[in-house]
């Protein structure tokens, strides 16, 4: 399967380089991969630069979770870090499937200095 870089999955999410979202969706058409790293790198682009609230940033996930022709890594644990994220915003989504990740792959405890990270069922708050 083909793959979807940050750029490209940008302007099919803010649709704002019409020639841009044309080659984007053309792209896609016949489905694309989207990594964890490239997921990541949007929602920080939407948080920037874009200015996206929380609320947003999740809707955005759950639209490329839902996206006909696009291929989420690991759509289970993405779909799980975003219930988390939905439930404590402030954590941030990157941080919640940081956490999703670990847990699938068998290591937890997850240890943050973050307090509201630390609060997840699998993190341990490190302590300086």
């Keep these: 399967m083909r793959a979807l870089d940050t750029n490209a999955l940008v302007r099919l999410l803010v649709r704002d380089e019409p020639g841009q979202v044309r080659a984007a969706e053309e792209f896609t058409s016949r489905g694309a991969w989207v990594s964890h790293l490239v997921l990541v790198e949007t929602l920080w682009v939407l948080d920037a630069v874009y200015e996206r609230s929380p609320a947003q940033i999740a809707m955005a996930v759950d639209m490329l ?8 890594q690991d759509a289970d644990v993405v779909a799980t870090g975003l219930r988390l994220f939905r439930n404590r915003p402030a954590v941030g989504f990157s941080d919640c499937l940081v956490l999703e990740i670990a847990r699938k792959a068998g290591h937890l405890p997850l240890g943050s200095f973050d307090r509201d990270l630390a609060a997840h069922d699998g993190v341990e708050r490190l302590k300086s």
Excluded: C, K
């Design 65 to 72: 979770l839902n996206h006909q022709q696009l291929t989420l």
